[in-house]
């Protein structure tokens, strides 16, 4: 393969990696959100409804212990 050919080569799997690791990071990123928003709807439920979710904790306790 030719210096030339090598350099392109190297040329195109730095920019793949790139972005891959841009793609990672995005998926992190969008990972991290749902997360976030999912312990937001938890505790607005357990607000909402504190004797029932302390209820369904015990049970966990009890049944997980």
């Known amino acids: 393969m030719s210096d ?3 350099k392109m080569l190297r040329i195109y799997l730095d ?3 790139d972005e ?3 793609s990672e990071i995005d998926t ?3 990972d991290g ?3 976030a928003s999912a312990r937001r709807v938890v ?3 357990i607000e909402r409804h504190p004797d029932r979710a ?3 904790i015990r049970k966990w ?3 997980y212990h």
């Open 4 to 6: 030339r050919a090598l």
């Open 15 to 17: 920019a793949r990696a």
């Open 20 to 22: 891959e690791a841009e």
């Open 28 to 30: 992190r990123r969008v």
């Open 33 to 35: 959100e749902i997360r």
């Open 43 to 45: 505790g607005e439920i």
């Open 54 to 56: 302390v209820s369904i």
């Open 61 to 63: 306790m009890i049944q």
